[in-house]
């Protein structure tokens, strides 16, 4: 079970506009930044977004984040079939003390 | 280029132990705190927790307490993950992933050592 709660998928054909929600608390999401993960099939996580919004160079600005209260969206514009992956979220918990995740969100490309 | 190379694949029997390296480059180690996260067949991230590779000081993830002691040898900008008293479930892929700090991106990772078991 894990304290961040994203679904387990979604999907979309490409170009459209897909977003994946993380649902959190205020001694997660609500309290500090939230960063985002892709991973791609049989590989190490990548850096996708980091504190809220920034992205690492390389990184296109298809990818966006908005950030409300103790949730947090990931949006993908002009979706591509490389878009294809797992899609996870994560945030420092002040109260554990620790860094926690969503179970993550497949996203399929049509 | 910064690189984090781990150790190969494992294969246990319950109770034994596991030690998974993590060599860095490209990159001035004592710097990034190292994190390790593991991944179960098909499941999520897991944090397991960091050691700060300057001062050694270490910070475990609740769930690992008493089992899981991290370390570095800065003379070769490694660092090792020991994982005791393993179990079927643990079974996972490991990886370290480099962070400025305790808290903030994990912003490069190493390719993962996957830990399985032996009947």
């Not at chain 1, 170009?15 to 590989?43: D, E, F, H």
């Not at chain 1, 992956?85 to 490309?109: E, I, M, P, Q």
């Not at chain 2, 690189?3 to 710097?31: N, W």
Request: proline letters at 4%.
């Amino acid at each position: 079970q894990s304290v961040l709660t994203q679904p387990p998928s979604a999907s979309g054909t490409p170009g459209q506009r897909v977003t994946i929600s993380c649902s959190g608390s205020s001694s997660n999401i609500g309290s500090s930044y939230v960063y985002w993960y892709q991973q791609l099939p049989a590989t190490a996580p990548k850096l996708l977004i980091y504190r809220n919004n920034q992205r690492p160079s390389g990184v296109p600005d298809r990818f966006s984040v908005s950030k409300s209260g103790t949730s947090a969206s990931l949006a993908i514009s002009g979706l591509r079939a490389e878009d294809e992956a797992d899609y996870y979220c994560a945030a420092w918990d002040g109260s554990l003390s620790a860094w926690v995740f969503g179970g993550g969100t497949k996203l399929t490309v049509l | 280029q910064v690189q984090l190379v781990q150790s190969g694949a494992e294969v246990k029997k319950p109770g034994a132990s596991v030690k998974v390296s993590c060599k860095a480059s490209g990159y001035t180690f004592t710097d990034y705190f190292m994190h390790w996260v593991r991944q179960a067949p098909g499941q999520g991230l897991e944090w397991m927790g960091w050691i700060n590779p300057n001062s050694g000081g270490t910070n475990y993830a609740q769930t690992f307490q008493g089992r899981i002691t991290m370390t570095r040898d800065t003379s070769i900008s490694t660092a090792y993950m020991d994982l005791k008293r393993l179990r079927f479930d643990d079974t996972a892929v490991y990886y370290c992933a480099r962070v400025f700090g305790g808290v903030g991106e994990f912003d490069y990772w190493g390719q993962g050592t996957l830990v399985t078991f032996s009947s």
